[in-house]
């Protein structure tokens, strides 16, 4: 089954001398279950392409499926943008982005509060323990080492069971055991839940 479907993803920055092309005719297909990675030097327009695939950034040009639904049709939104990112999309990205006043449980049973499709703490708590990061639950984000907040990351971007998550450079700022873990959580994620996920990094490791 299909997670994502894009067909001519047009990006353009500026106009006239200082146009740049971010994304131009791009085309990707991922199915449900896979872990894709995008590498590339930075200024390639990796982050772009996260950002348009996401619905952050909306493209210029091309058609873009969820789950077999149409969500763009040349570059236009033919849904509710915010329903899809809520019912379709995760997130994570190089930093973990957590709420410093909210505890690892907390930030991850505010993502369930928004989704509407689980009971927050018992959500979050499962996916807490999924990832190994269950014990930390009433910790602060500030007391946890950089591989548990991206754990706690992983398990927000989970909280309303995405077809598709999406992670722009999400071991930038860790080490390579740490670094490693991640990926491998990212694998467990395809493969155990079903989940597409599209990584993007300039990170051969």
């Known amino acids: 089954m299909e997670a994502l479907r894009a067909e001519h993803l047009d990006k353009r920055y500026g106009a006239d001398e200082t146009e740049v092309w971010a994304l131009r005719d791009i085309g990707l297909v991922l199915r449900a279950g896979e872990i894709v990675a995008l590498l590339g030097p930075s200024g390639a327009g990796k982050s772009t392409l996260i950002k348009v695939l996401g619905l952050v950034t909306r493209a210029d040009h091309g058609d873009l499926w969820m789950n077999g639904e149409r969500v763009l049709d040349d570059g236009a939104p033919v849904a509710d943008v915010g329903e899809l990112r809520r019912s379709h999309l995760g997130f994570v990205f190089q930093k973990a982005n957590l709420i410093p006043f909210l505890s690892a449980r907390q930030n991850v ?97």
Do not use: W
């Not at 499962?126 to 990061?133: A, C, I, K, M, R």
């Not at 077809?163 to 490693?180: F, H, N, Q």
């Open 109 to 205: 049973e505010i993502a369930c509060e928004i989704g509407e499709r689980f009971a927050p703490r018992a959500r979050a708590d499962e996916l807490l323990d999924y990832l190994g990061v269950g014990h930390r639950g009433d910790a602060l984000p500030n007391t946890l080492s950089g591989g548990e907040q991206q754990r706690v990351a992983i398990a927000r971007a989970l909280a309303n069971a995405p077809s598709l998550i999406l992670a722009d450079e999400p071991t930038a700022a860790l080490d390579k055991e740490r670094g490693r873990a991640v990926m491998e959580l990212f694998r467990r994620v395809a493969h155990e839940q079903g989940t597409a996920v599209r990584v993007v990094t300039h990170d051969h490791r």
